[in-house]
């Protein structure tokens, strides 16, 4: 399994659906059955992560809205993107 790092972008697979309620999301995919709850911060990163840009990216936006050290931050991005790979939600995108 490869490393994922602040550089790398993530894609959502087309079987992967969210459904956002009150500030939490749930993320299925369709596919494997396999689901995935998200706290009010992770659906924050979520929608970030559904914009195709770097987590690095992803991360200096999220820092504008929560008083967190940024390494922090950045080290719970990549906790839950790993997670998310492992669960098949989310997949690092080729590099370009």
Do not use: H
């Amino acid at each position: 399994m490869t490393t994922v790092t602040l550089t790398d972008r993530v894609v959502v697979p087309e079987a992967v659906l969210c459904k956002e309620i009150d500030g939490e999301t749930v993320v299925l995919n369709l596919d494997s059955g396999v689901y995935f709850g998200l706290d009010a911060v992770a659906t924050d990163m979520w929608r970030g992560l559904q914009t195709g840009v770097p987590l690095n990216e992803v991360a200096s936006t999220l820092e504008t809205s929560y008083a967190v050290e940024p390494a922090v931050l950045r080290a719970d991005l990549l906790q839950l993107v790993n997670q998310l790979i492992a669960k098949g939600l989310v997949t690092v995108a080729p590099p370009g």
